[in-house]
């Protein structure tokens, strides 16, 4: 059974940066496409961010272009999220995703979600 497990969460300033990451294992995580949903207080889920199992497409929601970028190392079955110039509304839990999704902005296809790290931005 695989296993993801999401680090880096905290609290920070709004402006400031956070590198959030997440380590797969137990399956051959190197051959799934890694994505980044969010969910804030009282919201549904949303798509956040994701790369392909190459790591050579990636895909960003409209809110975080240009402010958040997602790489992925497949010798240490690890993604990462890179996110600078933090805003209020991009507090949530942020959770890691792997699969083989028809659609890399849908839930749907990722069949393994780690427990969600916390991400506070103060303003």
């Known amino acids: 059974q695989g296993q993801l497990v999401e680090s880096g969460g905290g609290l920070v300033q709004a402006g400031g940066s956070l590198r959030l990451s997440c380590a797969a294992s137990?399956?051959?995580?190197?051959?799934?496409?890694m994505g980044w949903f969010r969910q804030a207080p009282g919201k549904d889920r949303e798509f956040v961010s994701a790369t392909s199992w190459r790591g050579d497409s990636t895909f960003y929601a409209d809110s975080v272009k240009g402010r958040f970028t997602i790489s992925r190392d497949n010798a240490k079955r690890t993604v990462y999220l890179q996110m600078i110039s933090l805003k209020p509304e991009d507090t949530a839990v942020y959770y890691c995703a792997a699969g083989v999704p028809g659609d890399y902005y849908s839930m749907s296809g990722y069949n393994y979600w780690g427990q969600g790290t916390q991400v506070t931005v103060s303003s």
């Open positions: 137990g399956r051959a995580f190197s051959l799934y496409a």
